[in-house]
């Protein structure tokens, strides 16, 4: 069952991360694409920018056919026409600029006389598409763009008839895009890894509280079934001698009707206890506090606890402070009292001492029993506030139940107060903090 919920834990965990960094890679790579586009778009803008008109340190082909392009040593500007007026080049930025563009080509497109100037100082580039990719955008808008048939992305823009238009091969942007996928790809698998691992780890700590419950379902229904088994094993026994003695008259069988009592007594207070704690663990609604008469409840818990203490032989001190209220209700503060003490009584030895002492602390009241010889096992101290927990085999021979100090924990939650335990050479103390009273009717 374990291993199921961890398994179901990581595959849920896993789904939702994987659908976020899927999310969050998508995003990256739109992000990506958009940046390097943008990229792309400024240094051609750039490049466009740099020119003034056609200029005479380009290779210019009037002609679209690569073998009638001259040789670099060949050229002679001398003749080269005039370039219209308002396309003056500048030379300086066109040196500063055109290092790391030299695969983006230039063309000059007469919208009035169809005429079309290329110029490019790489070698690299195809002037035949270049001139039929020109003439496509030529029919297009001013702007950026990619031209999906010729794998190119050009960026336009008019200068009175004359149409400037910077072209190079798309491939560099895919490329780019290709590398940063590929980064991210790596990046996606190592942080899902990274998560998987950490899913594992996480259900591992998830599955505690299911495990520690599944424990003590077991324990609880190990020790329910050992406490029921026991009276009813009595009351049965007592049946049987009841069946084997029917002339017998009542007086006579007074002791196994009376041991009959008792078990069915105990059973019923067991199942009592089980149905507070279960009503107190599984409550709706918080109780309405209110401000409580702690003083009166705990003279009233040792007055009604010293019936017990005198059949036990152990002295019951309490050393209780006047007019101490705390924010509680009357049934929680009573029975809190009653329970702690009659805890106190029922493992401290004969001869031994339950000390009561109530008393303001930094404007909070705190309940102090304290057992005189009575001792904790230092290994069963986190565990007595458990359901049916009794680590103490020496504790275990009394008549509880293991579910006192569970009603007593689940009752302080409720009214927000804090207990705890402490055991060691000085015997256990139970403390109880309540909250002030301030500010309650």
């Not at 406490?227 to 069946?243: F, R």
């Not at 401000?291 to 010293?306: G, N, P, R």
């Not at 029993?369 to 007595?384: C, G, T």
Request: hydrophobic fraction near 40%.
């Amino acid at each position: 069952m374990i291993r199921t919920y961890r398994k179901r834990f990581v595959l849920l965990t896993m789904s939702l991360v994987t659908t976020v960094l899927l999310a969050v890679y998508a995003a990256l790579m739109i992000y990506s694409y958009r940046n390097i586009r943008s990229e792309l778009q400024n240094t051609m803008r750039q490049v466009l920018d740099q020119f003034g008109g056609p200029n005479a340190e380009f290779t210019e082909f009037t002609e679209f056919d690569p073998e009638t392009r001259p040789e670099k040593d060949e050229m002679d500007f001398t003749d080269r026409p005039a370039p219209p007026d308002g396309m003056l080049p500048n030379p300086d930025r066109h040196r500063r600029d055109l290092i790391g563009n030299e695969k983006i080509a230039t063309v000059f497109y007469d919208r009035s006389g169809g005429e079309m100037t290329i110029r490019s100082t790489s070698t690299l580039i195809d002037r035949n598409a270049v001139a039929q990719a020109a003439e496509a955008v030529s029919a297009l808008s001013p702007g950026f763009g990619m031209l999906s048939e010729y794998r190119m992305a050009y960026c336009s823009e008019y200068r009175g008839s004359m149409m400037i238009i910077a072209l190079t091969d798309a491939s560099s942007l895919s490329s780019r895009m290709l590398t940063t996928g590929l980064w991210f790809l790596l990046a996606f698998f190592v942080a899902l890894g990274v998560f998987l691992a950490i899913s594992i780890l996480l259900s591992r700590f998830a599955s505690r509280p299911l495990e520690n419950a599944i424990k003590m379902d077991r324990e609880f229904v190990a020790n329910i079934s050992h406490d029921l088994k026991t009276p009813l094993t009595v009351i049965l026994a007592n049946n049987s001698i009841l069946k084997q003695n029917p002339e017998a008259t009542v007086g006579e069988q007074t002791q196994w009707i009376e041991s009959t009592d008792g078990a069915s007594n105990r059973m019923l207070e067991m199942i009592d206890e089980m149905l507070l704690l279960s009503s107190l663990e599984n409550v709706g609604r918080p109780p309405v506090l209110e401000k409580t008469d702690l003083s009166s409840a705990v003279e009233k818990a040792v007055l009604q606890m010293e019936s017990l203490a005198f059949e036990k032989e152990v002295t019951l001190e309490d050393q209780v402070a006047e007019d101490v209220y705390a924010s509680a209700t009357g049934r929680h503060a009573e029975r809190i009292a009653n329970s702690l003490i009659e805890n106190a009584l029922k493992y401290e030895p004969a001869g031994g001492a339950v000390t009561v002492t109530l008393e303001t602390v930094k404007k909070r009241p705190v309940l102090t029993v304290r057992n005189e010889k009575s001792r904790i096992p230092e290994e069963d101290l986190p565990h007595v506030f458990e359901r049916f927990y009794r680590g103490d085999k020496s504790r275990t021979e009394s008549k509880g139940h293991g579910l006192g100090l569970p009603i007593i924990k689940a009752m302080a939650d409720e009214i927000k107060a804090a207990v705890k335990v402490e055991s060691g050479d000085q015997g256990t103390v139970f403390t109880v903090v309540f909250e002030g009273a301030e500010g309650l009717k």
